[in-house]
């Protein structure tokens, strides 16, 4: 129902919501009072919630990584001091880069961007020099924060950005006396804060770019609501722990740790993912949240038997997932050993969270991506724009809470009236459903027949034999196009039980004739990026 009336009924459900979560806890009048100080001086942007905590608890941990913990108050402190260092050393700056793995330095670039009104380019860590380059270009960045492994890489960029100024965010050895570095610029500038800035500052996400160059997406976040909708369906509640291991600098992992600043949680995180060394910091910090990307719980569900029993998990109240997509046998093997736990989300860069699968509807169907948000509406439509019926496979097109403000460069992305094109494809079930087929642009054409690569990978999958699976499309003098399958073993199979006349042959008895991959390669691990999904340009030709 619209007008005031529904206004009010929306307004009082955020509220009910926001309290049952404790993200809306009694304070003193002098919190509040600071705490509108905060939002006058900072404005709201998707770092504001780093501030908020320091006030709500200020002595309380903030973040801990393998240097050990910074509460609330320290990670404002040490932010402000390194604001002002890029400052002195850069002059004014429009856009800073950040290419750093999960810890402190990220957080404090973050931050510093944001209190002097940049935007902060957050940056793959799995980029090429000159991928990295190029971006850093097109966003005009001429500021990178990094850490010391990516040195080398950073070279591009230092050839084609004039006056790049350079600042090491983490270092294994102490760096040389006229390095830039963040803790130095940290301790030479400890105390002092920048001016408040002219400008709002904003966050540069990046597309996952799997067969190109990504593109930056600007968004500024949503409201209560949009928060709201996020809490009901994962169970967060304000003041606990959350073990963060998706990496910071992608949507998932970013939205992460603002969601765990949101409800002052602390963050608790490590530089490289290591699927023992996750579970030995959920049972050491008594964690109730862990955030992950789909191939990490693959990972972790590969430990052998006697590694896993030694890790009880029996703090976690629930683990959220995205990213990529979510192999079937992992989610329910890891559901079946620590409990009903994993909710699987279904996101975008450009339109935030957008569904989630709770661990009722992974136990109904494992590969769903479960029911739309409140206050997000979903439509699968066919190419005339058009309402499909349940079970058909379409066009998903998203309306939500959160606004897109646009690429960074010539790019725009498709709108159907108020309905942003995913440029994904799917189909909704009778119970409404979201179940994701693939991209827009997978679908392939053989002989005249039509084929989403994904299904013939879940049918794969399914296979004992298989531990991962791409399938994807080719050139093909004849048919125009065919497919090809990317197939790594599973860990122990023999290599009869994975030959590929037993593939063939296993897809043929579940799918139609034509559905059959023409090629099959065995490979010791599929490409990835860092938040889990398959870099197809980096697959090897199948002849």
């Not at 942007?45 to 780093?50: G, H, L």
Request: hydrophobic share 40%.
């Amino acid at each position: 129902m619209g007008g005031p009336l529904g206004w009010l009924r929306t307004q009082l459900w955020v509220f009910g919501v926001l309290v049952r979560s404790r993200m809306l806890v009694p304070m003193s009048p002098a919190k509040y009072v600071r705490l509108i100080g905060v939002l006058r001086a900072q404005g709201t942007n998707a770092t504001t919630s780093f501030a908020l905590a320091a006030v709500r608890d200020p002595d309380g941990a903030g973040l801990v990584d393998e240097r050990g913990t910074l509460t609330w108050r320290e990670l404002q402190e040490r932010c402000a001091a390194l604001a002002v260092g890029i400052a002195e050393a850069a002059g004014p700056v429009d856009t800073i880069a950040v290419l750093c793995r999960n810890h402190r330095g990220f957080v404090d670039a973050l931050q510093a961007g944001s209190r002097l009104g940049c935007s902060v380019l957050l940056l793959n860590t799995g980029f090429s020099g000159p991928q990295l380059a190029e971006v850093m270009q097109r966003e005009g960045a001429r500021v990178i924060v990094y850490d010391e492994e990516f040195t080398g890489i950073v070279g591009d960029a230092r050839a084609r950005v004039p006056g790049l100024v350079e600042i090491l965010a983490w270092t294994d050895a102490e760096p040389g006396p006229e390095t830039l570095s963040t803790e130095r610029m940290i301790a030479a500038h400890a105390g002092k804060a920048p001016p408040r800035a002219a400008t709002r500052g904003r966050v540069v996400l990046l597309t996952s770019g799997t067969t190109g160059t990504p593109k930056g997406a600007r968004r500024s976040g949503g409201g209560a609501d949009e928060l709201a909708g996020m809490l009901e369906m994962i169970p967060w509640r304000g003041g606990e722990r959350t073990v963060v291991v998706a990496p910071m600098f992608h949507a998932w992992g970013f939205g992460q740790l603002i969601i765990s600043a949101t409800m002052t949680c602390t963050v608790i995180t490590r530089r490289r993912f290591d699927p023992e060394a996750t579970l030995a910091l959920v049972d050491e910090h008594r964690a109730t949240g862990l955030s992950v990307v789909p191939v990490m719980l693959e990972r972790i569900m590969d430990l052998p038997q006697q590694v896993l029993e030694r890790y009880r998990l029996d703090s976690l109240r629930f683990v959220s997932a995205s990213g990529s997509r979510m192999r079937p046998q992992s989610v329910v093997a890891f559901m079946d050993r620590f409990g009903d736990l994993v909710h699987n989300s279904y996101n975008a860069t450009e339109a935030g969270q957008i569904s989630v699968a709770r661990p009722a509807d992974l136990r109904h169907a494992p590969d769903t991506a479960g029911r739309p948000v409140r206050g997000t509406l979903l439509r699968v439509v066919d190419d005339e724009g058009r309402d499909v019926p349940a079970g058909t496979v379409g066009r998903i097109l998203v309306c939500g809470a959160s606004p897109f403000d646009g690429y960074t460069g010539d790019s725009e992305k498709e709108f159907i009236g108020d309905f942003m094109v995913s440029g994904d494809v799917g189909r909704l079930d009778a119970e409404g459903r979201l179940y994701v087929v693939g991209r827009d642009d997978d679908m392939i054409v053989s002989g005249g027949e039509n084929v989403y690569p994904i299904e013939v990978e879940k049918v794969l999958g399914e296979h004992p034999g298989v531990r991962e699976v791409v399938v994807v499309g080719v050139d093909d003098e004849a048919f125009g196009q065919r497919l090809a399958a990317y197939v790594v073993p599973a860990a122990g199979a023999q290599p009869l039980d994975v030959g590929v006349d037993d593939l063939k042959a296993h897809v043929r008895d579940r799918l139609a004739g034509y559905k059959v991959p023409r090629d099959v390669v065995l490979l010791d691990a599929l490409p990835r990026n860092a938040s889990g999904k398959v870099m197809v340009r980096d697959l090897p030709g199948p002849g």
